[in-house]
């Protein structure tokens, strides 16, 4: 929805096509992302303690830092909140914003507390790269994907809370404390991969963000899919979004997953691989059950 | 109110005191300032246009680069904003940020657009500074304080509205089109000013923000307060925020302001002095009218 923006502001605009914007600042460059999380829109509040909210949020945007192999440097936090609230709230929130910044090595720059009806947060994080950021467009045809972790937690949690039941421990905790992944990024970014991308929105739609800018097509396989343990289906957990594991597209081959998993006791694992083409094609069995059309966005 | 939270996570947090945080990269220093505005609270959807309300929330943020006299470099529009709302609306807000970045040669880096029930919108700016920031902390026993521009078009265009009339149209362009004071920041900066805080709160309080960082006492000069032709009062124009003018410590002296309003075409006014002491006087005719203890929280 931002692309279709930026034709009309063209000369006053320079985005990157990822999710973090670029600047140069004398030798340096940094990679810097801004989140929007809205009471309603991205969480409930009878789902998550304050804390774990101000984690998300600020997971979310240090995730986005991940996915180009940028080093956090600090998190800004702006939290619009309701004065009705207990007098701590707000600190709460913050210090689980602070706590999801610590755990990347990274710190609470600054912050701006205002008047709300709904929770609002935003958390602009700021990281610096070491080099060339690996970007979405860099997959080229032939590459095998290969996502870390496993998929499909967050996907179970929802499905629980919205079904009124209280969601199985492990996915709740996939749901409440994402872990985005800074150190598997510059690692990976060290082994020479092409592309990645964050999976804030699902690996189906994430696929297409990297098949578009990268025109190519995304070929998954939809037994390959590492699931977690209280994933529903292979379906649910493509579809599923909030994972903020990467999608990784680098040169075929075994060694680069055996030294991930060896590395970060965390799996590396192929899913499928980059074509010719546009778009997104799942296969289960060798046949085709779901296709995006490049024209259409998924989700 | 963010102050109070810095103790909570004194360990994972780095805040400058300023409402910009500072970023060493490399041989570079960055400031980065984010702002938060809400339907409601920041501005209601009845008095201005859209992209009214875009330039406004780009401008406070880029305000706050100005105070401590950072050259900016982009900004990060983060927008919530209801499906319900005609396609092209996100546009508008957008739109108007991007001119106001414009307006000080600043581009829109990038961006991100949400669902939400109210209008929010959180602009981060990124600026750099050529040498050490002006901080609100330097101001000096005996230093002369100065006021850019002329105070009180906002407050008179609030008034109006809340009274159900349209404001006078130049106090609705102050409040509709305010101009981070960029150029004249830099300026202020080389000409060794010790302190300056934009007046983003209004006078009286941006004053008490100056006291306490700098640990003086600031007393002004109610009949030399530079007024707005809208103006309703002095004091109404000390009291009101949205100025995004700036109060600027420096040595006494008539060269400044002089060569200033050459420079600019704006007033620099003399509107009082700093002394020894703590917290802001406020006197007419040389008696006390309005004292602000630095225990108690102007606002």
Avoid: K
Wanted: a negative charge; aromatic letters at 6%.
């Amino acid at each position: 929805m931002v692309r279709a923006l930026w034709g009309r502001i063209a000369d006053r605009a320079a985005p990157s096509g990822d999710d973090c914007a670029f600047v140069d600042v004398g030798e340096a460059r940094l990679a810097i992302s801004g989140d929007l999380s809205i009471e309603g829109t991205h969480f409930r509040l009878g789902w998550l303690a304050l804390h774990e909210i101000g984690w998300r949020a600020a997971a979310a945007s240090l995730s986005d830092l991940a996915a180009v192999a940028a080093t956090p440097v600090g998190i800004m936090v702006g939290i619009g909140i309701s004065p009705e609230w207990p007098s701590d709230s707000a600190a709460e929130v913050m210090e689980g914003a602070a706590a999801a910044a610590a755990a990347v090595d990274a710190v609470v720059l600054g912050g701006d507390i205002v008047r709300s009806e709904n929770l609002v947060l935003d958390v602009t994080a700021i990281g610096r790269l070491a080099s060339d950021p690996v970007e979405r467009r860099g997959a080229r045809v032939g590459d095998a994907l290969y996502v870390t972790g496993r998929l499909g937690g967050p996907a179970a949690a929802l499905a629980a809370w919205e079904a009124g039941r209280e969601p199985e421990s492990s996915a709740r905790e996939r749901f409440a404390h994402p872990e985005p992944r800074i150190a598997q990024a510059t690692w990976l970014r060290d082994q020479g991969v092409h592309a990645m991308v964050d999976l804030s929105d699902g690996l189906l739609a994430d696929a297409q963000h990297l098949a578009a800018a990268s025109s190519v097509r995304c070929a998954l396989d939809l037994a390959a899919v590492p699931l977690h343990p209280a994933a529903e289906s292979p379906e649910r957990a493509l579809a599923g979004g909030e994972e903020y594991e990467l999608l990784v597209a680098a040169p075929e081959g075994e060694a680069m997953p055996e030294a991930f998993g060896a590395a970060f006791d965390l799996p590396l694992t192929r899913v499928g691989r980059v074509e010719e083409g546009l778009g997104v094609e799942v296969r289960r069995d060798g046949a085709i059950t779901h296709v995006i059309s490049p024209f259409r966005q998924f989700g």
